[in-house]
Every structure is written in structure tokens, then in C-alpha cells.
């Protein structure tokens, strides 16, 4: 039975509604949905997450968007959180090809977004998200208004050599080995790692909600990649370096890069962002790779950033929320 997990840190904010929702290959994702807590509707803010992310990690970026006025659309991409796996071991993140997230996008397009949420409807998307979101808005398919990118994955600062790792993992994958780990993968979550030298976030209290949060949710918080994910990924940001598809988009963009982030590239979304003609791209100054569970003083200029990007008025009175969550 699909729920959501709460600790007391964490609460389930109030009045969501969750739902199942079956991809066009017969894949079941859990998705849910809220409605704002104000009075004012300004459209419907989906969520991408990144890998190894899963609904219950956004809670407070929940909060935050619908006290903006904004209904939100959370949902787990096929092989992470609670949505269906693709391999036996639940703990390993893996799809066959990229292109599989595009069959989720399209089925919560389908089944929540359109016959569901108010317009306009906007994404919210983070790292692996990220990538996704600018492969569709380049290829014509991503069926929102508004971008709002954070620390997209278009390179990768965690691994030393990127060619070589690329060559090996399509190596491996040719070899048939494409659903095992990466090599010295584990099944261990990178949000439950000790905070001291931690990649995510420089906050200490946010990281320990993060970290109890995919404690709770247990193979909802997967372990590493598997040997086709890695592949694809690489792929993915292979492509996304040829600077002329940045040019190519047409859907107004924001992209805010973390200063200091460990996993992926500053320096290529910089680039990137820089060749875009409909958008932007800002840089948050210490900031490590989870903009949205950094410190007030790194979060609180991402807010302002996204409140000038993002249509409408926002509301700075929202009403408290006024009912229990509800589940499906």
C-alpha cells in the first residue's frame, strides 16, 4: 500500500494526496499532490528529484512552494523512492536508458498535471532532474512553461577521470553487466554517509532530517548506481556539452549552480547556462550540491531568485496549513 513516511522532524505536509500512476511500459511510480496554502492559485510547480532522491527528502521545499502559492506534483522516477524497480536488489538505482524518465514524465503528465492542476504548469528539477528537464526542453517534449534547474547534472566533479569512467562503464554494459553496481558500489544511501564529509549540504540539521528521512524510507533511498545508469548518465552529459543545444532552447530557464559543489560541475553549467538565449544562470557562493537543504543564508537567496523567475505575485501571508495529510 503506497504512503508517505514521516519522523518527527520531517512531518508530512498537510493535505496531500497520493496516487499510483502506471507508465505506458507498465511501470507503477508513487506520485502525490497538494494544493496551495493560499489563497491566490499561481499554477502547479512539479517536482524532479535527483537520483537516489525520493518524495518524503522534499518536504520543507513542499512547504515552501505552496506557501509561494504554487500547487506541487512530487513524484519518485521508476528505480528510486517507492516507485517500482526494474533489477532484484531494491537498493540499486537503475534504469536501462535515459529515456525511460521520459516515459514517467509523460504518464504523471497524463494522469496528474493535466486532468488534475492549475496552470501554468512550472518545474522544479535537481541534478539528475536537471539533466532530464534540458533534454526535454531541447528535444520539444518537456510539457512545462518555466524551468527552474538546481545544480543540474552536465558534468561531474566526483569522478576524477570522466572519460576513462565513461569508456569502462559502456565497457561493462557491453559485456551484459549493465544491472550490477558500479564497481565499489554498495547498497549503502549517499544521504546517511557521516555529515563531517558529507557532498550534500553544509547545514548539520537539515543533512540529520535528509539522512533520517531515507533511514525511514530504507530502499527508498537507494545506493549507488548501477553499470547502465552510470552509462546512460554519461551519455546524457556527453551530449549536453555541445553548447548549441543550450541555444536551442525555448522555454525560459533559470539554472542556479552551487559554488561549491562536489558532485557536479559548476564550471559546465556555467558554460551551458551562459549560451542559453531564453535564460540564466546564477551562482550560489558555498553552496555544496543540495541547494534546497543548504543553511537560511545560502537558501534564502535561491527563494529570491526563484520568486523574480517564476510568473505571478508571491504571497508573503500564507494561512497555516488547516487539515491532516491524506493518503490514498
Known amino acids: 500500500m503506497l504512503t ?3 519522523t518527527p522532524g520531517n512531518p508530512v505536509p498537510p493535505g496531500a494526496t497520493l496516487l499510483p500512476v502506471r507508465t505506458e511500459d507498465g511501470i507503477e511510480l508513487r ?5 496551495p496554502t493560499t489563497r491566490t492559485v499561481r499554477g502547479t510547480v512539479c517536482l524532479l528529484q535527483g537520483r537516489a532522491e525520493f518524495i ?3 518536504y520543507e521545499t513542499i512547504a515552501d512552494l505552496r506557501g509561494r502559492g504554487f ?4 513524484f519518485d522516477w521508476r528505480g528510486q523512492g517507492e516507485s517500482a524497480r526494474l533489477v532484484a536488489d531494491a537498493h540499486c538505482g537503475h534504469v536501462g536508458r535515459f529515456d525511460e524518465y521520459r516515459l514517467d514524465l509523460k504518464a504523471i503528465e497524463d494522469a496528474v498535471l493535466r486532468p488534475l492542476m492549475p496552470h501554468p504548469h512550472l518545474c522544479l528539477a535537481h541534478s539528475m532532474g536537471g539533466a532530464v528537464a534540458l533534454t526535454g526542453a531541447i528535444e520539444g517534449w518537456l510539457p512545462f512553461r518555466r524551468i ?17 569512467s565513461s569508456a569502462v562503464v559502456r565497457f561493462l554494459q557491453q559485456l551484459g553487466l549493465g544491472q550490477r553496481y558500479i ?8 544521504a546517511t554517509k557521516p555529515f563531517g564529509r558529507n557532498r550534500l549540504s553544509g547545514d548539520p540539521v537539515r543533512y540529520a532530517r535528509n539522512a533520517e528521512a531515507a533511514r525511514t524510507v530504507g530502499a527508498g533511498a537507494v545506493g549507488d548506481p548501477s553499470i547502465a545508469w552510470a552509462a546512460e548518465a554519461f551519455r546524457t552529459m556527453e551530449r549536453l556539452r555541445d553548447l548549441r543545444l543550450a541555444a536551442a532552447i525555448k522555454i525560459p530557464t533559470l539554472i542556479v549552480a552551487a559554488g561549491a559543489d562536489p558532485v557536479c560541475s559548476t564550471r559546465a553549467t556555467e558554460r551551458f547556462g551562459a549560451r542559453m538565449r531564453v535564460g540564466d544562470v546564477i551562482v550560489l557562493a558555498g553552496a ?3 541547494i534546497l537543504s543548504e543553511s537560511d543564508a545560502i537558501r534564502e537567496p535561491f527563494w529570491a531568485a526563484f520568486d523574480a523567475f517564476m510568473p505571478g505575485t508571491p504571497v508573503a501571508d500564507a494561512p497555516a496549513p488547516m487539515s491532516p495529510a491524506q493518503s490514498a
Open 4 to 6: 508517505l513516511r514521516d
Open 31 to 35: 506520485a502525490a499532490h497538494w494544493r
Open 56 to 58: 518524503e527528502k522534499y
Open 71 to 74: 500547487a506541487v506534483v512530487a
Open 148 to 164: 527552474v534547474s538546481v545544480a543540474p547534472m552536465l558534468g561531474l566533479t566526483m569522478v576524477r577521470w570522466p572519460r576513462l
Open 183 to 190: 564497481l565499489f558500489g554498495s547498497a549503502v544511501s549517499i
Open 288 to 290: 555544496r550540491h543540495e
